[in-house]
């Protein structure tokens, strides 16, 4: 029996459909039963039989930091992918982002030892792995973290939940890692998602912004995790890119594929650094929630290029081009949107 945490989020849905597609036992949990209707549509985009794949899984309700509603969850469970994760990059969510990353993937791995589980796939982020001081140089999966270094809440808290991960390697449970960068994929229009781009961008984004960064698409992600899994690789984390791209190129693209204008305007440092203040300034005079931090603001700007060779050769593949990624998620953004 499967086991899959966040399965109503972008990558664990996806991943369900692959799983129960290939006619395996799988349970996964959810939070909120309303969240369930979107693995529906998710499953609805690529079968007829959406209710049947959907009927398939054995769901259980379960937080994070709920261990007895997770112990039942991990009944004849021999293996995990541990997709849930709260995706913020906002300074004042910074407990609930550790108590979500850290101490939800601690609990995680407990129970995979508790319960002897067979193998942990666990989805962590490229914002775990270090940066380079020169943006020419790649960045690989043994590229140092710098704890002093500016780094995001959300960076911080995947990067101490990859910890508990490698602690429970050295407890016995035999892992992998995987580290994607911006995903893409249908379903999730609205909140962190990069869905949240294609529908920006649609409706006319005004400012592009110059910094350089690796993506890779849902199908890709979910694909080389299910690969991993069956593999006998462990203890190995792997960054999942399928090429880097510069913000302005990446939103040209996504505009070509929308039918709309790219943005007009570059936004740039000046433009950044006061717009992240006063982001800062609205949020504490309003209460309004954060939507630019310094942290951002600075990575949207930085060229950052990684190497995604080390998977590529671990498992003999080659990834999807990004062109068709922007293709595939702009046809179901465009289908999704005419019946909103
Ligand atoms: N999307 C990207 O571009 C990207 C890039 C790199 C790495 N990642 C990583 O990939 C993983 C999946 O990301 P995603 O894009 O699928 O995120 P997502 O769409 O935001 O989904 C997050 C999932 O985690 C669940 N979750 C959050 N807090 C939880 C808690 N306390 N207890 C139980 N479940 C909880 C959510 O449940 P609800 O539905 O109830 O909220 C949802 O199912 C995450 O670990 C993320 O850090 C994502």
């Known amino acids: 029996m499967i086991l899959v945490t966040g399965g109503t989020g972008l990558v664990g849905s996806h991943l369900l459909y692959q799983l129960v597609s290939e006619n ?176 920006l961008i649609h409706k006319g984004l005004t400012y592009r912004t110059s910094g350089t960064t690796g993506y890779v698409s849902v199908w890709d992600v979910c694909d080389i995790m299910n690969k991993l899994m069956h593999s006998d690789i462990i203890n190995e984390r792997y960054i999942l890119i399928s090429e880097n791209l510069s913000f302005n190129e990446f939103q040209k693209k996504v505009a070509k594929a929308l039918n709309v204008k790219p943005p007009k305007k570059e936004a740039g440092r000046l433009m950044l650094e006061i717009a992240w203040r006063l982001d800062w300034l609205v949020s504490k005079l309003f209460g309004k929630r954060r939507k630019l931090s310094k942290q951002l603001a600075k990575s949207i700007r930085t060229k950052t290029v990684y190497d995604n060779s080390k998977i590529k050769d671990a498992l003999q593949i080659e990834f999807n081009s990004i062109d068709s990624a922007i293709d595939q998620v702009s046809k179901y953004y465009l289908n999704d949107n005419t019946k909103l």
Not at 167 to 179: D, F, L, W
């Open 24 to 199: 395996k036992q799988v349970k996964a949990i959810y939070r909120r039963a309303h969240t369930l209707e979107r693995i529906k549509h998710v499953f609805s985009y690529y079968t007829k039989n959406h209710k049947e794949l959907f009927n398939k899984i054995e769901w259980i309700e379960a937080d994070l930091n709920n261990i007895p509603a997770l112990e039942l969850a991990f009944k004849d469970v021999a293996y995990v992918y541990h997709c849930a994760a709260f995706v913020s990059f906002e300074p004042n969510k910074y407990y609930q982002l550790r108590n979500i990353n850290i101490e939800g993937t601690a609990n995680i791995v407990n129970l995979c030892i508790s319960n002897k589980v067979k193998k942990l796939c666990y989805v962590s982020s490229i914002a775990a792995i270090g940066n380079e001081a020169n943006s020419d140089h790649l960045i690989t999966e043994s590229t140092e973290w710098n704890p002093e270094a500016d780094n995001s809440v959300y960076a911080i808290t995947k990067y101490g939940a990859e910890m508990e991960v490698w602690r429970g390697t050295q407890e016995g449970i035999p892992a992998v890692i995987v580290n994607p960068g911006i995903i893409l994929g249908p379903g999730y229009w609205k909140g962190g998602s990069s869905g949240n781009l294609f529908r």
